[in-house]
């Protein structure tokens, strides 16, 4: 089963996350911040990483950064979840590895758009 | 008392079906001797009837007051109807017995014993065939009277519950939650 | 697939007012160059903008979008964060509680107050320091929103695709990129290979090819570019419109190899040394975690102490028929029963002291109001405040919390309001300008300690006293001990302020904030020097559940007495009774003279004392500085009781605080100390008469 790794400080985004992601049949590990998304990452491989920029203990941009340097995340899709205002953000997070962003707010129909767009 | 006028349970009265026994339409009420008395409780106030089992006082209160019970882990009190109603006071027996009741106050509903001399029966009452308590001659207050009936020739009083367990000392004060 | 987001909104409202409350706290004590303080704010307006828009507040995102890009200034350090900017940005915490409180509990809410303050947003955002960012981002992303307008261009479009040899490490795939192309219509893709190396160069983890694309579709060019969005500036990119295209491939394929001979320098690749580095997050907000985190329903816990009640009542009635068992013959059954009940006894307590605990919540729930209301003050009276906070760790049960708050915030503006001078006062004295409130909590014994202390004026004992004898509490000329004086404040109606401020003029007094306290079983008491300051001390019971008591008996019925307000027990000595004219009778105990109540008849179960008044025990209790000795016909064990309330299904009883089930079943009322000292002052003439005779009697 298709394996995704949500990463979000909001309890609310994340449950919102997981859940849709659970109805359309992947497999989701959450995770609160950077540290724990790293930690859940490196404990077992997962096919899509989507995370928050902003949050505490380990940002997103931190961790997409430390998960491309792992061998085994070299080539996993990794989804920032950023806002409108962070046109920047999109940009740091390239440039730190991510593959793309999803922006906020979005619906979950959207997020599974982008989801089975990476995944294929 | 005029008791004459609801004697007579011939068929042409189609009400009177409804005076016999436990069975027919209406309020359920549950009757208790008090003094040579019947008197009657509306049976969904009835939680549960027990025997008598020793109280704990509670300083300062009234005398009609027995005391407070343990009643699966809560407190609640217990009433001697006879003092209530300044009745000769009765040696409590094998037949005395507790109606424990749901008392429906204007702040919250308590649940409250009463001590009566025993139980009697269950009867279907219509509340259209109550007469209004007399002007007179009873010994219970006219406050605390829902109104009387007749059943298989017998009076009894229907007893206003609520108002009898949240008047006077037994009457709730706020309290803040 | 539809999902029901809905579901998620009391998450987003939960977390966004923890969120609200950390912003607030942080702000309180934010000083210009705490970043770390600066980012957690941000993130958590950031947090409740995100949660906002996808839940459908989009009231509270757009407001919180002003808030966010102020913080964001700040954080980046185009704007200085100024106290009126604080002033501003706790205004708007205030405004967003509102709005989510609204669209909760769908109340009104007072827009013209919102407007107002997201117009002072909008203002700083012009005129503050970070005026040149934040119009650029604004005109970037209203541009990026004008760019998006869809164009008419229809038949078809030629799109060529030469991606960096990086380009995979992004974990973009060219081949999910075609495939969303796919989506829009029919394509023809040709691959380009030319850019392959020989095999032995081949890197498998780059990407040497290019593609062209020939789609058919009634698109517009937005639409192509956004799926190429996620790789833009990893490739090249062309997109045409068919009706354009001529055959210019040969050119095209020479560019993709001038493209490839460049060195990799994909932005990849890069670092930025910009990047924010988070640092670990400040304890405050792993304080906040792990009492946050905990949702326990009360109805359950509830539920929980119940049962625990019914253990304790099963182990006090195995007690009993252990010691029935032990004047039997059976030694050995007898020794088994007694260590399963030692075994019973210790998983009751720990059962108890697990489930006691779910109950119990630090104090800061209490204490975390007083930085914002400290703020307010200040600002309102003119008054240079600060406060101080120890203690906030210490735990005590959550009903007590909740009513425990209301006399605190009553003690804080008095300590603030009529205790901390205005700076030139404070000068003058040869003080600090800065008045400092400290709120201390630590537990003792059983109890809780609440201490509110200031360094102000202290209480003014000449004016107090000259206001009470003009209320007629006191008669003229009556000498009071300065305890007695400072206690006069509590009495009902007292008020010593000059002019009747906003805060503490507001008709409940602090005969309140004591009858409040006292109903929670605790205790308040001054410690006041003029002109250096006061100390309010609130002693508390920890929860309202259970408590320690010595059993007794009066008129062969069972009572319980608070362990905690016994002080001693003793015999009776004949010649240690004293009788006082006017006073009732008194023990002499040591140095000390203690009234004696005589329980029968307090408790109106006078049964013609069976035992001579040497031959009866004294219980010594002490309840807010006043002790008592109180006459019982006999002690029983000491034992922990479960309380429970008489008010369920009777009401209150003066001189009981309630009642608890015994190991036989029966009940046994809890003596309040306090109200049966309260009902020996109204029974002392009855007391009197009957006890004299009996003393002469004897």
């Not at chain 2, 309020?27 to 939680?47: H, K, S």
């Not at chain 3, 028929?321 to 009940?341: D, F, M, V």
């Not at chain 3, 001579?612 to 209790?621: I, N």
């Not at chain 3, 608890?660 to 003596?671: E, F, K, Q, R, S």
Request: glycine letters at 8%; proline letters at 4%; charged letters at 25%.
């Amino acid at each position: 089963m298709t394996k995704i790794l949500a990463v979000d400080d909001s309890n609310s985004l994340r449950q919102m996350v997981v859940f849709t992601l659970k109805q359309s049949g992947y497999d989701v590990v959450e995770a609160r911040n950077g540290t724990e998304g790293l930690q859940k990452a490196k404990a077992g491989q997962v096919d899509l990483v989507l995370t928050d920029v902003n949050m505490p203990e380990m940002d997103g941009i931190t961790l997409v950064r430390e998960l491309r340097a792992l061998p085994s995340y070299k080539f996993t899709p990794i989804l920032v979840l950023t806002t409108e205002a962070g046109t920047d953000k999109k940009q740091e997070g390239r440039a730190a590895g991510a593959t793309g962003w999803l922006v906020k707010p979005f619906s979950p129909d959207q997020l599974i758009a982008t989801v089975k767009r990476v995944l294929g | 008392m005029n008791m004459g006028m609801n004697i007579g349970t011939t068929p042409a009265h189609p009400q009177a079906n409804d005076f016999t026994g436990t069975g027919g339409e209406g309020d359920q009420f549950l009757t208790f001797i008090l003094a040579g008395e019947e008197y009657g409780v509306d049976i969904l106030r009835v939680q549960e009837i027990r025997g008598w089992t020793r109280t704990t006082a509670i300083p300062n209160a009234p005398h009609y007051l027995r005391g407070v019970i343990n009643l699966r882990g809560t407190i609640v009190p217990i009433i001697d109807l006879r003092e209530r109603f300044s009745m000769q006071p009765l040696e409590y027996g094998p037949t005395t017995v507790v109606i424990v009741v749901r008392a429906q106050g204007e702040r919250r509903d308590r649940i409250m014993g009463i001590v009566v001399d025993a139980v009697s029966e269950v009867y279907s009452l219509k509340t259209s065939d109550l007469q209004p308590p007399p002007d007179l001659g009873s010994v219970v207050d006219e406050q605390f009277l829902q109104g009387l009936a007749t059943v298989e020739g017998k009076m009894i009083i229907l007893l206003d519950i609520d108002r009898l367990l949240n008047t006077g000392a037994l009457e709730a004060e706020q309290v803040m939650e | 697939m539809s999902i029901d987001i809905s579901q998620f909104i009391q998450t987003f409202l939960e977390e966004s007012f923890e969120g609200l409350d950390t912003m607030e706290s942080l702000l309180l004590t934010l000083s210009a160059d705490d970043s770390e303080s600066i980012d957690a704010i941000f993130r958590a307006a950031h947090s409740i903008k995100g949660g906002a828009g996808t839940f459908g507040f989009g009231e509270v995102a757009h407001f919180t979008h002003g808030v966010e890009t102020l913080l964001d200034e700040a954080r980046a350090g185009r704007r200085l964060v100024s106290p009126e900017m604080v002033t501003l940005l706790l205004a708007s915490v205030d405004c967003v509680r509102s709005m989510l409180v609204a669209a909760r509990d769908g109340t009104t809410l007072d827009r013209a107050r919102v407007a107002a303050i997201g117009r002072d947003i909008e203002t700083s955002l012009k005129s503050g320091v970070g005026d040149q960012a934040t119009s650029d981002q604004f005109a970037k992303s209203s541009a990026e929103n004008t760019s998006r307008q869809p164009s008419a261009e229809r038949n078809g479009w030629r799109i060529v695709f030469i991606p960096e040899v990086n380009v995979m490490r992004s974990g973009n795939d060219p081949l999910r990129l075609l495939q969303a192309l796919e989506e829009f219509g029919e394509i023809k893709v040709t691959c380009h290979t030319a850019g392959l190396p020989s095999f032995d160069d081949l890197n498998p983890e780059e990407c040497y090819l290019a593609w062209e694309i020939l789609l058919e579709a009634d698109t517009t060019r937005d639409s192509i570019a956004e799926v190429f969005e996620w790789v833009d500036g990893q490739c090249e990119l062309t997109i045409e419109p068919l009706s354009e295209f001529t055959e210019t491939m040969p050119q095209e394929n020479s560019k993709l190899h001038a493209h490839l001979d460049v060195p990799e320098e994909g932005p990849g690749s890069t670092i930025q040394d910009s990047a924010i580095v988070e640092k670990v997050a400040p304890t405050a907000n792993r304080n906040r975690g792990d009492s946050g985190s905990i949702r326990v329903n009360t109805d359950k816990i509830d539920a929980l102490i119940n049962m625990v009640g019914e253990l304790v009542i099963t182990q006090s009635m195995l007690g009993q028929l252990g010691l029935k068992l032990q004047s039997g013959t059976n030694e050995q059954c007898i020794e088994g029963l007694l260590e399963g009940l030692a075994q019973l006894e210790r998983n009751t307590r720990e059962l108890q002291e697990n489930v006691m605990s779910i109950r119990m919540l630090p104090i800061s729930f209490a204490f975390n109001r007083f930085p914002r209301m400290i703020h307010d003050l200040s600002e309102s009276l003119g008054k240079q405040l600060k406060l101080k906070l120890t203690g906030e760790q210490t735990e005590l049960d959550k009903n007590v919390l909740e009513k425990i708050t209301d006399p605190l915030v009553h003690l804080v503006r008095n300590a603030v309001d009529h205790g901390i001078e205005t700076p030139d006062v404070r000068v003058t004295a040869g003080k600090p300008a800065v008045g400092t409130v400290h709120l201390n909590a630590y537990h003792k014994g059983g109890n809780i300690v609440i201490e509110i202390s200031d360094d102000g004026a202290g209480l003014n004992k000449a004016r107090i006293l000259a206001k009470a004898v003009e209320r007629g509490l006191v008669p003229a000329g009556q000498a009071l001990t300065d305890e007695q004086i400072n206690d006069l404040i509590f009495a009902a109606g007292f008020s010593t302020a000059d002019a009747v401020s906003d805060l503490s003029g507001r008709g409940v007094g602090m005969d309140v904030v004591r009858r409040n306290i006292k109903a929670l079983g605790g205790s308040v008491e001054i410690l006041s020097r003029e002109g250096h300051g006061s100390s309010f001390i609130i002693r508390l019971p920890l929860t309202l559940s259970i408590m320690d008591g010595q059993l007794i008996e009066v008129a062969n019925q069972s009572y319980v007495i608070p362990l905690i307000s016994i002080v001693e027990s003793l015999q009776v000595q004949q010649d240690s009774v004293k009788s006082v004219a006017g006073r009732g009778m008194v023990y002499r105990l040591r140095d000390e003279y203690i009234p004696v109540l005589f329980m029968q008849e307090l408790l109106g179960t006078y049964i013609g004392n069976s035992k001579q008044l040497t031959d009866s025990l004294l219980v010594v209790v002490e309840t807010e500085g006043q002790r008592a000795a109180l006459v019982v016909d006999d002690l029983l064990g000491q034992q922990q009781v479960v309380i429970k309330a008489l008010e369920t299904n009777f009401k209150k009883v003066a001189g009981l605080s309630g009642a608890t089930i015994l190991g036989d079943g029966t009940v046994a009322l809890i003596l309040d100390v306090s109200g049966i000292i309260s009902l020996s002052r109204h029974n002392l003439g009855l007391t009197r008469s009957i006890r004299t005779e009996e003393i002469k009697a004897a």
